[in-house]
């Protein structure tokens, strides 16, 4: 984000945080070995998503219009963090070749609380991500897609500074056992504030 902008969203980002859910297949207890799930998410905060960069230069030399020759947009990828923890202490899986877990994609959904039309179309990842038993790892997903910032609704939101879109992602990860091939789905959320905040002052 430009050092032009401030974000006018803190207090947004202090009432609302990302929420996870945890899911899992549809085997029984005695089946399952391991417990796969999102551990965090952007670090626990809502995700701030700017709908355009203005770069370097805010407005043009004589202050008449805004200096669009150095806009440009970026997608938007968040850090997860995956763990893969026993389902139950008293089966010891790390011990076991039936304990690591493969991610291999994700599906990506928004829903705006005001219920408004949806800043981003669904879409769906591949990815090869392995989480070995009793462990964590860490790994970087899309979230907003580059061509969702250039049609509405967050394209008409560019150069407005006091509009923003308020929604949650819901993020559905599919994935397997390595070696005995069980498939594990289990879902995230994180609040995504979308918008184009703008300050100006003499100096700009």
Known sequence: MSAKKISVFTLISLITVGILLIGCDDDSSYDQRTV?????????????????????????????AYNTNDDFIQEDWITV????RPYSSIVDVGSSSLGDFLLTSYD?????????????????????ILVPCNQRVEAV?????YND????????????????ILAYAVITFHGHE????REIDFTAQLTVNFGDPIITDEND
């Open 81 to 84: 963090e995956f763990h893969n």
């Open 108 to 128: 990506v959904q928004f829903v705006r609380y005001d219920g408004g039309p949806t800043p981003v179309r669904p879409f769906s990842g591949q990815t090869s």
């Open 141 to 145: 997903i899309l979230l907003v897609p």
């Open 149 to 164: 910032k250039q049609i509405p609704p967050l394209s008409a939101i560019a150069y407005v500074w006091d509009v923003e």
């Open 178 to 181: 390595v070696q005995s091939e």
């Open 36 to 64: 796969v799930y999102v551990s965090n998410i952007n670090d626990g905060a809502p995700f701030i998503s700017d709908v355009l960069d203005q770069g370097d230069s805010l407005w043009t030399e004589d202050y008449t």
